[in-house]
């Protein structure tokens, strides 16, 4: 079993910031490239962040560009996001993601469907 969680949601006002952490419960976490989507009622997930199994590469949204970033700690399965200047835009659930499958398009990493793992989601809402 590979279990995934978030954590770090909450309420916060605009121009605020906010670090989510998800822990991976897998013993080959290093194996695995860790994405951030978030989604909207009656939306499609919309890709945030990723970063590479082996950290050397990460990729971001448009809207999120220059204000998030991803990172990942391989010794305690974990990996974050550091989310600044938060915009009431940005409100959503936050989903973690794991994948752990072959990919073979380039800009496979935007598309929900080529993760395998995936947590429940922490929200996120930002209001004044």
């Known amino acids: 079993q590979v279990q995934v969680a978030e954590s770090g949601g909450g309420l916060v006002q605009p121009g605020a910031s906010l670090r989510l952490t998800c822990t991976v419960s897998?013993?080959?976490?290093?194996?695995?490239?860790v994405a951030w989507f978030r989604q909207t009622p009656g939306n499609e997930r919309e890709f945030v962040a990723m970063?590479?199994?082996?950290?050397?590469?990460?990729y971001y949204g448009d809207s999120v560009k220059g204000r998030f970033a991803i990172s990942r700690d391989n010794y305690k399965n974990t990996a974050n996001l550091q989310m600044n200047n938060l915009k009431p835009e940005d409100t959503a659930v936050y989903y973690c993601?794991?994948?752990?499958?072959?990919?073979?398009?380039?800009?496979?990493?935007?598309?929900?469907?080529?993760?395998?793992?995936w947590g429940q989601g922490t929200q996120v809402t930002v209001s004044s």
């Open positions: 993601a794991a994948d752990g499958r072959t990919h073979t398009y380039t800009t496979w990493y935007r598309n929900a469907r080529e993760y395998e793992y």
């Open positions: 897998v013993p080959t976490f290093t194996t695995h490239g």
């Open positions: 970063i590479r199994a082996t950290g050397d590469r990460t």
